[in-house]
């Protein structure tokens, strides 16, 4: 059965950080890109960062370049999202979610596939909370 949890939400203070984690079963994963993804109350879920075929080709949304950081552990069939310098505006529930890989897809495919229902499992979430 495949199945994607996250974990490692919490509540910290602004220009705090938190390392989430999108532990996967299943199925292996580095047969698929992986995508992170946010959902504040009364917004659209929408796509903070990825990894596609390789390591090389990852994506992040503007408002978090230089802040948070992807990274993939295959041996521990685990993804990674580092986030520092944690703003008040990163509150929401954080998302993982997998697309099986393509030959010459790009990440940004990827992400936009997977918020359009091309996702091949999502994750329950988990909750970030940034406040003082």
């Known amino acids: 059965q495949v199945q994607l949890v996250e974990s490692g939400g919490g509540l910290v203070q602004p220009g705090g950080s938190l390392r989430l984690s999108c532990a996967a079963s299943?199925?292996?994963?580095?047969?698929?890109?992986i995508g992170w993804f946010r959902q504040a109350p009364g917004t659209e879920r929408e796509a903070i960062s990825g990894?596609?075929?390789?390591?090389?080709?990852?994506y992040y949304r503007d408002s978090v370049k230089g802040r948070f950081a992807i990274s993939r552990d295959n041996a521990n069939n685990t993804v990674y999202l580092q986030m520092n310098s944690l703003k008040p505006e990163d509150t929401a529930i954080y998302y993982c979610?997998?697309?099986?890989?393509?030959?010459?897809?790009?990440?940004?495919?990827?992400?936009?596939?997977?918020?359009?229902?091309?996702?091949?499992?999502w994750g329950q979430g988990t909750q970030v909370t940034v406040s003082s």
């Open positions: 979610a997998i697309t099986k890989k393509v030959r010459g897809m790009n990440i940004a495919h990827y992400m936009r596939s997977m918020l359009r229902g091309g996702a091949a499992a």
């Open positions: 299943g199925f292996t994963l580095d047969q698929y890109a």
């Open positions: 990894i596609g075929n390789n390591d090389d080709n990852t």
